[in-house]
């Protein structure tokens, strides 16, 4: 079993070939594909996780939609004065399908 640790949108994500995976807005290229930063590498018994044979690792991820996340409302309010503020947000995400880890 192959599977991989990647840094993407400021977490870790363990992932294998075929996980969907919700991160922060990420621009793909002209092919619809990015590549995630590893992290660490299993492969069966074999544990990588020295940044000069990780360098040699590429997780490629196929972008299949950008998207936004729920709506976050931000409300203060201070008692006695007429303070009143609102304010939302909105992430931007991207979900993308892991095709190869190599």
Do not use: C
């Given at each position: 079993m192959?599977?991989?640790v990647v840094r993407a949108g400021g977490r870790q994500e363990k992932v294998e070939v075929g996980t969907i995976l919700t991160i922060d807005?990420?621009?793909?290229?002209?092919?619809?594909?990015?590549?995630?930063a590893p992290v660490l590498l299993v492969d069966g018994d074999t544990i990588t996780s020295a940044a000069t044979e990780?360098?040699?690792?590429?997780?490629t991820a196929?972008?299949?939609?950008?998207?936004?996340?729920?709506k976050?409302?931000?409300q203060k309010f201070k008692n006695k004065t007429g303070y009143?503020?609102?304010?939302?947000?909105?992430?931007?995400l991207t979900r993308v399908k892991i095709t190869e880890i190599a």
């Open positions: 192959v599977y991989a807005r990420a621009k793909a290229d002209d092919k619809g594909k990015i590549k995630l990780l360098a040699n690792v590429t997780v196929e972008v299949l939609e950008d998207l936004r996340g729920p976050v409302v931000i009143k503020k609102r304010q939302g947000f909105r992430a931007e």
